[in-house]
């Protein structure tokens, strides 16, 4: 069957087998020489991919216990997090953390060590998760908790799926009065008030910065702000629990290529900048968290060529001048992204190859073809001056160096996947490109 | 839909009886799952009743064995309101046509089994006055073909059995509704490939059973292009039929 990542680039052609149970998970990992486990196809690159096989989780997606007290709750790994959402909001509760789309597997936000807005005051999804059951390429599960296989669980949050498969995990749910968030917008000029303003909405439990990456000059750098809270009752009224009503549309074709260019790419962050308005309103969790979920297929606009997100984060210390740097490159080269978002991680965590570090990350989309990539490499090259690193979930093009050297627990990593699968069964495209 | 009572699912172990048994729960019907070794559905069973806050029972059946199912009707107690039919047994048709035991078990699972138990079902509930069946069959009965005609003559044969209970039943309050899913993604085609506009979802399958049940539909194609399909397979004249459409 042909797959490929949510970047639709690369495509491969490769089994897919599908796992009900731990028994079919058992039999897959025995039968198979090579594989990597895969939910949605939700990260962006080659990272479930497998040029032999993949293993798919999505149905294995039951609840298996829920404590409505304290909001613990255990899943297995293919449950969607829409699902999930359907399941946990109408009960007064919300993901501890979320990416910014619903339609990731659970599986897929541990391996990836998932974070969100509210990075700075939550941590990664990874933080959450209490325990979790691996089934390693040697046949073994092994319950994974802080106090148990304690090393193994560090590798698996944001191991991306190299240590095994994840086959169901326990973690807890926040409480929430309702479905709406109290949002605040704020706008700002230039790179050093949209600094200025994450950084003073750190008590804020969601921030988020909407960047025009193709404003230059003086104007380099303006945002919106998008700053949230869960709505109290007091708020928005009762009887405001329900999950919203989706209205979604689809794309229904590849828009041709040359769709999205420099013009209608400023045009379309020209109009985003201005229509937006600061001050105060009240929307529903999925269109705060998930704008672009209603628009299905959405990575269609970028044609049949497929395109990919570029995130990095680079230390606190150095970020004005470095993201100062990489908004000047993209700008420049003309390539802009439709969607540029900059959020201040807060401090890193136990995840091995866990994503953030205090920082900023900064998000960005382009086409894939050779303009994009030459300009990535360019962006590679301030990152690592920096001493920032790249986001596995996203990447489909960075290099065995950059990984080594934005990633000092590389070494550890590999020392646990040598002990449960020294022939690196579990294996992906990206795994062997980037030599982990 | 909870006034109507609680559904049966006879193949509860199946991608799409676990979808449809995770509708009609979501819906707030209790839920009773019969199949083999039923014990083994144990986490599904949690995951229905905590997604749906109903009570799930677990119950063992095997179709092929039509003497246990007055004790199994026994064992579920109260008629349902709905009772569901999802059994099916693909099979392979190239060992179907040469070992009569396989065909038999395939004929047996799609056809007798389901029609025996469902004919009974339908018996009681006709005393009662009323009631819903729904089976899932499959558009494979629409026309015998090289490739699968063991299981499409069994199909054949429930859907037609279906339709004639329908026609008994119109004026007793028990409605009966047959279902054609098409292709579907599930263990059963697992390793085929499946062309995607023709192919549904376990889910999909799921809501078009519970959609069928509240608009009382009589057949329903899951995927409405599948009626043009049929349609057009089904004009096609039998001369041309044999020989050039052997697939």
């Known amino acids: 069957m042909r797959i490929s990542g949510w970047g639709r680039f690369p495509q491969i052609d490769c089994d897919v087998m599908s796992m009900r149970d731990r028994q079919d998970a058992l039999d897959a990992v025995r039968s198979q020489p090579s594989l990597i486990t895969r939910g949605n196809g939700r990260s962006y690159g080659d990272a479930a991919l497998n040029a032999t096989s993949v293993l798919s989780t999505l149905k294995s997606d039951r609840i298996l216990a829920f404590d409505t007290t304290t909001g613990t709750i255990r899943c297995e790994a293919g449950l969607i ?69 304690a090393d193994l669980l560090r590798a698996t949050c944001g191991g991306m799926g190299l240590t095994g498969t994840i086959l169901d995990a326990t ?66 009224g009762d009887a405001s629990l329900a999950v919203p009503r989706r209205r979604t549309k689809r794309v229904p074709v590849d828009f041709p290529g040359f769709a999205l260019n420099k013009w209608s790419v400023r045009a379309f962050n020209e109009l985003y900048y201005r229509r937006s308005k600061p001050g105060v309103s009240f929307p529903d969790y999925e269109t705060f968290f998930y704008p672009l979920d209603a628009i299905h297929d959405w990575n269609r606009i970028y044609g049949g060529a497929g395109f990919t997100q570029y995130q990095c984060v680079v230390p606190v210390a150095d970020s004005a001048v470095a993201i100062r740097r990489i908004l000047q490159s993209v700008s420049e080269a003309g390539l802009g992204s439709f969607l540029a978002v900059l959020k201040l991680f807060g401090r890193g965590d136990d995840g091995l190859l866990s994503f953030p570090m205090e920082g900023y990350t900064l998000t960005l989309d382009f086409p894939a073809n050779s303009r994009t990539f030459n300009l990535l490499l360019r962006l590679d090259a301030i990152l690592a001056e920096y001493g920032g690193r790249l986001y596995l979930a996203k990447d489909v093009r960075g290099s065995a160096d950059m990984m080594r050297r934005g990633y000092p627990n590389l070494d550890a990593f590999r020392a646990i996947r040598e002990i449960h699968d020294p022939m690196h069964k579990m294996a992906s495209l990206q795994s062997e490109r980037l030599g982990i | 839909m909870s006034a109507a009572g609680s559904v049966l699912v006879i193949g509860g172990a199946s991608d799409i009886g676990r979808a449809i048994a995770r509708v009609y729960a979501e819906a707030g019907r209790p839920v009773v799952l019969a199949a083999r070794n039923a014990s083994r559905l144990q986490t599904d069973a949690t995951d229905i009743q905590l997604r749906g806050g109903v009570p799930v029972t677990l119950l063992d059946l095997d179709i092929l064995d039509s003497s246990t199912f007055p004790a199994f009707l026994d064992a579920v107690g109260d008629l349902p309101g709905t009772v569901i039919s999802v059994v099916g047994l693909l099979g392979d048709q190239a060992q179907s046509s040469i070992d009569p035991a396989i065909a038999e078990t395939v004929m047996r699972t799609n056809y007798i089994g389901p029609a025996l138990l469902l004919g009974e079902i339908a018996n009681r509930m006709e005393r009662r006055g009323s009631g819903t069946i729904i089976g899932i069959s499959s558009v494979a009965g629409d026309r015998g073909r090289a490739s699968n005609y063991i299981y499409g003559s069994a199909k054949a044969g429930f859907t037609a059995f279906l339709s004639g209970l329908r026609n ?20 059963m085609t697992k390793g085929m490939k499946l062309p995607p506009l023709l192919t549904a979802s376990p889910l999909e399958v799921a809501n078009a059973v519970a959609a069928s049940e509240q608009r009382r539909r009589d057949i329903v194609y899951v995927r409405p292009i599948w009626r043009v399909v049929m349609g057009v397979i089904g004009a096609v004249p039998e001369k041309i039929f044999k020989t050039r459409m052997k697939s």
């Not at chain 1, 709406?180 to 000029?189: L, P």
């Not at chain 1, 950084?199 to 003086?218: K, P």
């Not at chain 1, 750098?221 to 709505?231: D, L, N, P, Q, T």
């Open chain 1, 81 to 149: 997090l829409s699902d999930l959402l359907d399941f946990a909001v109408p009960r007064g509760f919300f993901p501890p953390v979320t990416p910014g789309t619903r339609f990731v597997t659970l599986g897929g936000m541990i391996a990836s060590d998932v974070h969100g807005k509210n990075h700075h005051a939550a941590g990664t999804f990874g933080r959450h998760v209490e325990s979790l059951n691996l089934l390693t390429a040697d046949g073994i599960v092994h319950l994974c908790s802080r106090t148990e296989n």
């Open chain 1, 171 to 236: 973690f807890r749910l926040l409480p929430i009065e309702t479905a709406a968030i109290r949002q605040e917008v704020a706008i700002a000029a230039d790179i050093v008030e949209t600094m200025a303003l994450c950084e003073s909405s750190a008590n804020w439990t969601y921030t988020v910065a909407w960047i025009d990456c193709l404003a230059r000059g003086a104007r380099l750098g303006r945002s919106v702000i998008f700053k949230g809270e869960h709505a109290s009752r007091d708020e928005v």
């Open chain 2, 168 to 187: 008994r039943l119109a004026t007793k309050g028990v409605h009966v509704v047959t279902i054609k899913p098409g292709f579907v993604d599930t263990q």
